[in-house]
């Protein structure tokens, strides 16, 4: 491999909308006829991004030298995954190169809508997380710090919400560095955990423990799996092969652990249904028999369609239901900080007030 290749599988990396372009121009391209090293040059000319034209480049010289592009994939390997490669080699060697390239512009299309929903369905509660820091840091940091000198001064009483927001606010401004510093650290400690297998493994059983949420993470691994299984088989991957391909694309290690024994148990001569519903929690009862009833009949590819299809509109409600959960709870979380700080605010000068009015 090539010190280029290297410094690109290091520094690069390509979007999913950016391969799905890549795969729809490729298929353009090859449909029409065109050889494959005159597509390649067509999309350096048309590309702006340094980097890949970079990879581009080393794609062309691959192909100018008689390799096959998937050969020259190898070599980016970190950049287009095993999935990519794996379903280009397979047309290149099927005689169906620009369906494969169709098939993975289609597919990767649909992960990319999917993605969105999951962005969309965590919008909402950061918003209202960023709204609540910042009219409490505008209270806190900007207003406050004004009046403290007065309410210090007062010879009365102050109550209890004041004196806790006082104490607070002195905390942080002696120590409020220390803090951030040390919310800073359990961060990175916790990013450097997850890169730890046997952590990240039991977050990502937790994960899937936890209410709602855990709804939501199973719906998105088993869409996942299943376009990415459908994508391969439709492309002329076997079973096994696609199987194992399949786990390494998910995300959640519990069920990329639980693919890979089941193209091991395929591999023994076992139906891939079996494992499944052998474990119920995280392959529900309509995937699992619904795959049965794909591979009794020799349509597990069109079955698989069907199911990603399904469990997205499940996702669509699991989503809403985590959204009509959360909405009001962000709120309610909101303006309870929000009010404490007011009250520990307003109330003081209220006090002034009347004592003055006598």
């Known amino acids: 491999m090539s010190k280029l290749s290297d410094l690109n599988n290091l520094f690069f990396r390509l ?129 406050f710090p004004k009046i403290l000198p007065v ?5 009365t009483e102050l109550p209890w919400t004041t004196r806790t927001f006082i104490a607070s606010s002195e905390f942080l401004y002696a120590y409020g560095g220390y803090v951030f ?8 400690a916790f990013w450097l955990l997850l890169r730890v297998e046997s952590f990240r493994l039991a977050w990502h059983r937790f994960i899937l423990a936890l209410p709602l949420i855990g709804r939501l993470a ?18 002329g991957v076997k079973i096994v092969q696609a199987l194992e391909i399949t786990a ?41 028999q619904m795959s049965m009833v794909g591979e009794n009949t020799g349509k597990l590819d069109e079955t698989l369609v069907f199911l990603a299809d399904f469990y997205e509109g499940e996702l669509d409600g699991s989503t809403k239901s985590l959204s009509n959960v959360l909405e009001p709870l962000l709120l309610l979380v909101m303006g309870g900080v929000v009010s404490f700080v007011a009250l520990s605010i307003m109330t003081p000068i209220y006090k002034i007030t009347q004592t003055l009015g006598r």
């Not at 309410?151 to 010879?155: F, P, Q, T, V």
């Not at 510093?181 to 961060?187: D, H, Q, Y």
Request: charged share 20%; no cysteine.
């Open 248 to 288: 390494d694309t998910l995300g959640n290690l519990v069920y990329r652990n639980e693919v890979r024994a089941i193209a091991e148990a395929v591999r023994r001569g076992e139906p891939m249904s079996k494992t499944m519903i052998d474990h119920p929690r995280l392959f529900p009862p309509t995937f699992s």
């Open 151 to 155: 309410l210090k001064s007062l010879n």
């Open 15 to 143: 979007s999913l909308k950016d391969k799905m372009l890549f795969a729809r121009h490729m298929e353009m391209m090859t449909r029409s006829g065109m050889q494959i090293l005159d597509a390649l040059e067509i999309l350096k000319r048309q590309t702006t991004s340094k980097p890949f034209i970079h990879v581009l480049d080393g794609l062309i010289a691959d192909v100018r030298n008689g390799h096959y592009l998937s050969v020259g994939m190898e070599h980016y390997r970190a950049i287009f995954g095993d999935f990519f490669i794996n379903l280009i080699r397979v047309g290149e060697t099927s005689g169906t190169l620009s369906e494969n390239f169709r098939y993975l512009a289609a597919e990767l299309g649909k992960k990319g809508e999917l993605q969105k929903k999951i962005r969309g369905a965590m919008a909402y509660p950061l918003i209202i997380l960023f709204a609540t820091l910042g009219i409490t840091g505008i209270l806190s940091f900007v207003i």
């Open 218 to 235: 199973t719906e998105v691994n088993i869409i996942n799996m299943a376009r990415t299984l459908n994508l391969l088989l439709r492309g």
């Open 181 to 188: 510093a040390g919310m800073a650290l359990l961060a990175v």
